[in-house]
């Protein structure tokens, strides 16, 4: 089944070229390096994937998919209670998630950081997108727990995500979390 | 004079460095195109920094300062008024310097996350320090226009500054320079 083989060794090059890029950065991050990592030929990598650049936004493309995926798991368990448990739940998962090693912040985030200089590549809009289909969902959760121009509401949760996101990053003080969850309850 | 020519060629290498690191990130500049830029050497370049790494951490130091420095000169602008006109204002300028063509954010919230994994770079730690500054800053504008809890009120507008900077990057909407000023002013 060629197709299906083909189809496992497209994943495990995203794998690899996610893992590496989200440890080390976009520019850091060799072709080779990435072949490596996925066990195959360079000669394969080119097969599946025309640029380095298209990998970038096949993988960005791909993660954003998945991060959608993860934040809709916590919909149920979170639809029955209120939009302040809500919020403070929103902001605990995103302390936890911090507290993994080698943690980096959004690797949505900081890719379009890296690529800061090339707002029309593939992955500058994939990002973009993303953040506005996290914007939306937001949106949607906090209408259905009752809460008033959910529009602007879900625009202050990401600006205080975002900005928690870069300053427990930039100074290692998970703390940043707490605070962010408190100015976003208050805000609601 | 050779202390004085030292100090210039010292000088026009930092603003060489600071000019592209700017443009295209850490990882994509090299030492040569530092060099050809500020018009010296290699060689003269290494005499005034050991190495690249050395270069960044110098360079961020001294964006650092202008920073603040810059900052600082709004304080008799800012101390006659109210705090929200303070958050009002602050905010403004941060949207109008979003609009310079090529803007690509805080240089130093975008080499912490091109240096994501590097939390021990010499470069990550003055970027720490520089927000640690800023927010201090912040607490004491607060201070003197009357606002209580400074240190917490300091941390939510730092958090929306770097918020508001992420997503204007990322999304191309500098619309979320407003939305964060509001949310600042409703949490005073």
Redesign the interface.
């Known amino acids: 089944m060629p197709r299906q083989t083909g189809e496992a060794t497209r994943r495990a090059i995203l794998d690899a070229a996610y893992e590496l890029f989200y ?3 976009y ?2 991050v060799g072709v080779d390096e990435v072949a490596a990592l996925a066990k195959v030929t360079k000669r394969t990598l080119y097969y599946h994937f025309r640029s380095k650049d298209d990998l970038l936004a096949e993988v960005l493309n791909w993660q954003a998919q998945l991060a959608i995926v993860h934040i809709r798991k916590y919909e149920n368990k979170y639809s029955a209670r209120d939009a302040r448990k809500f919020v403070t739940a929103l902001f605990s998962e995103v302390k936890q998630w911090s507290a993994k090693p ?1 943690w ?2 959004s690797g949505i ?2 890719l ?3 690529l ?2 090339l ?1 029309g590549h593939p992955a ?1 809009q994939i ?2 997108q993303h ?2 289909d996290v914007q939306a969902w937001l949106a949607g959760m906090l209408a259905k727990l009752g809460v008033r121009s959910v529009r ?1 509401r879900a ?2 949760i ?10 427990m ?4 003080d998970r703390g ?1 979390c707490d ?2 969850a ?2 976003a309850r ?2 609601l």
């Open positions: 440890r080390k950065g520019a850091r080698g980096s912040g985030t900081r379009a950081w890296e800061a200089d707002p500058r990002a973009g953040k506005e602007e625009k202050e990401q600006l205080l995500l975002e900005g928690a996101g870069a300053l990053l930039i100074t290692g940043y605070v962010a408190k100015a208050r805000l």
